[in-house]
């Protein structure tokens, strides 16, 4: 199998293949140069990593980076079929993989997260040019999407609203400092939709997403649609991560647009945690084996929901006090 792909640091497309006699894929080859064009030559304004770096909003700039790219790739196959004589790429294409990718060898959520930007970004991209033409695309460059939110749903979107998480844990739980030295992430409404979208790719019988929301046909070409109910109205998140003694778990908050996007999501989290094996055990919930054994406590007070994960009741207190009360209680 061959793969081609263009290396930002060395400034050159690099052609990985296992045959003596390679043959490169032309409108592949034709998005690798204009990545090329991107970094290197083609806009004003440097590609640059947003600070601070978030897993949410370094994804939003790829949707930018590579749904223009896969707009030129797009416009440069139209052209194979109706003008030029082109080599053409194997059967199947990138969209076919978002339908048809391998279960066995890759793990499903991971790829759906990673797919976002070829999943959304040229639709992002092709609604920027309609509105504003060619010269409005490259104007996104000095001024991206700062959230996969504004990616889905158009950059008419304004950015994520003001949300804080104080550091309320007790006993030895300690936050985990990212690499890049910030202690919190934001999934964003991609990491969200993707949460969901995942029941859709596991070995279980049932789902919590109707696999025609998310999985879109249409004249022989399959594309993915992250605009999905439970993540809809994502206004803002912040996820910590804790640790002690080897025991890991988390406190995430969640703000939304209005306060009925917080109840619907709430009640999508908490179907997710019944597909998961979890009871309800007084105040919180509990997944007794498997790969999300723990205790849960789920809390919505107005537009804003709070998660919480340990391996135990006691982790759950200790990372958020205010739980006690409720799990002690017996009250959600």
Not at 53 to 70: C, K, P
Not at 165 to 189: F, H, K, N, Q, Y
Not at 219 to 243: F, I, K, P, R, T
């Amino acid at each position: 199998m061959d793969e081609t792909y263009y290396d930002t640091r060395e400034d050159r497309v690099v052609l990985v293949s296992d045959s003596e006699t390679p043959r490169v894929d032309e409108i592949t080859l034709s998005q690798e140069l204009y990545h090329a064009y991107q970094f290197r030559y083609g806009n004003d304004v440097e590609i640059r990593a947003p600070l601070p770096a978030t897993d949410d909003n370094i994804a939003a700039v790829l949707s930018l980076v590579e749904g223009d790219a896969n707009l030129v790739d797009d416009r440069y196959e139209r052209r194979c079929e109706a003008e030029w004589d082109c080599l053409r790429p194997r059967a199947g294409g990138a969209d076919a993989a978002a339908g048809n990718a391998s279960r066995e060898n890759i793990h499903m959520g991971l790829y759906l997260l990673e797919y976002f930007p070829y999943a959304e970004g040229q639709s992002y991209v092709e609604s920027v040019r309609g509105r504003d033409g060619w010269d409005g695309v490259t104007a996104e460059y000095a001024d991206p999407p700062v959230s996969t939110e504004q990616v889905i749903h158009g950059n008419g979107v304004g950015g994520p609203v003001p949300l804080d998480l104080p550091d309320r844990s007790t006993a030895d739980w300690e936050r985990i400092r990212r690499s890049e030295g910030g202690g919190s992430t934001t999934v964003g409404e991609r990491g969200l939709a993707t949460m969901f979208a995942y029941t859709l790719y596991d070995d279980r019988n049932e789902t919590l997403v109707d696999p025609a929301s998310f999985v879109r046909r249409s004249e022989g070409n399959v594309s993915l649609d992250y605009d999905l109910q439970y993540s809809n109205g994502w206004g803002n998140d912040l996820l910590y991560a804790y640790e002690n003694d080897g025991d890991t778990g988390y406190v995430w908050r969640v703000r939304w647009d209005e306060r009925a996007d917080a109840r619907t999501f709430t009640e999508g989290y908490e179907r997710l945690l019944r597909y998961h094996g979890a009871t309800r055990a007084g105040g919180h919930w509990v997944v007794d084996g498997g790969p999300f054994a723990g205790a849960y406590y789920v809390e919505r007070r107005g537009d804003t929901v709070t998660l919480v994960n340990a391996p135990s009741a006691t982790g759950v207190t200790e990372l958020y006090p205010r739980a006690a009360e409720s799990i002690r209680d017996g009250e959600a």
